[in-house]
């Protein structure tokens, strides 16, 4: 069974801090991994999509990488702003209708 | 490029009662997903649809959910009848099914609380 885990459920960092979230996946057979952002009350938004050949993806302060050898893949944001609060979620699709979410890393950036 | 709609945005009913929750995907993108969110919880895919056909509904309520996509672009979602633990999200998403490797534009969700 393919499930998909995020730790922490919470997080919170002063401005300006660099920060790892963390998503773990029990199957490493992945077509790809995307990583979300969801604002209270709002839906998903897309941040970075990574292909199951490539090693990492970035856009502007955030950098997503993938290691399916051990199953996990990271989303570091750099210089972390108050902006930056939401959830993060990952979502692992395993072909093209096989799609798993973590359940989420709850993000707070204090000013 | 307009994005995922859905509606109503808000919806209360009680248990037992039915509901109906639409979508419209973004223009040419064949492939359409509802997801339910529980609170806490990341989405769970309940059903996908490929132009007008369903792909997956295996984890579909088929007792008490059910989906259509007659014209393969807007979609519907009813529960009929409703039960306290459906109090969650409903999430559409779209993605093309060509290109951007599936990559899924969300809508912003119905937030559905059942008495």
Do not use: M
């Not at chain 1, 979230?21 to 199957?27: G, H, P, Q, Y």
């Amino acid at each position: 069974k393919q499930e998909v885990t995020q730790i922490p459920a919470a997080l919170s960092v002063p401005e300006g801090e660099n920060l790892v979230l963390n998503c773990s996946f029990t199957d490493s057979a992945i077509y790809n991994l995307q990583w979300f952002r969801q604002d209270p009350g709002k839906g998903l938004t897309s941040l970075l999509l990574i292909q199951s050949s490539q090693r990492e993806q970035t856009s502007g302060r955030l950098n997503a990488s993938l290691d399916k050898s051990s199953g996990r893949s990271t989303l570091y944001i750099a210089a972390s702003q108050p902006g930056d609060s939401a959830t993060y979620l990952c979502a692992v699709r395993y072909n093209f209708n096989k799609f798993y979410f973590g359940s989420g890393t709850k993000l707070n950036v204090k000013p | 490029e307009a994005g995922v709609a859905q509606s109503p945005r808000y919806k209360i009913i009680e248990k037992r009662q039915s509901v109906a929750f639409w979508c419209n995907p973004i223009s040419g993108h064949a492939t359409l997903y509802w997801y339910q969110q529980i609170l806490g919880q990341g989405p769970k895919l309940l059903i996908q649809f490929q132009n007008n056909g369903v792909v997956d509904d295996s984890q579909l309520p088929k007792d008490r959910f059910s989906a259509e996509r007659l014209k393969g672009v807007d979609s519907t979602l009813k529960i009929q009848p409703a039960k306290l633990e459906d109090s969650a999200v409903y999430l559409c998403a779209s993605s093309p099914t060509s290109g951007s490797f599936y990559e899924q534009y969300f809508g912003p969700g119905t937030r559905l609380t059942v008495t």
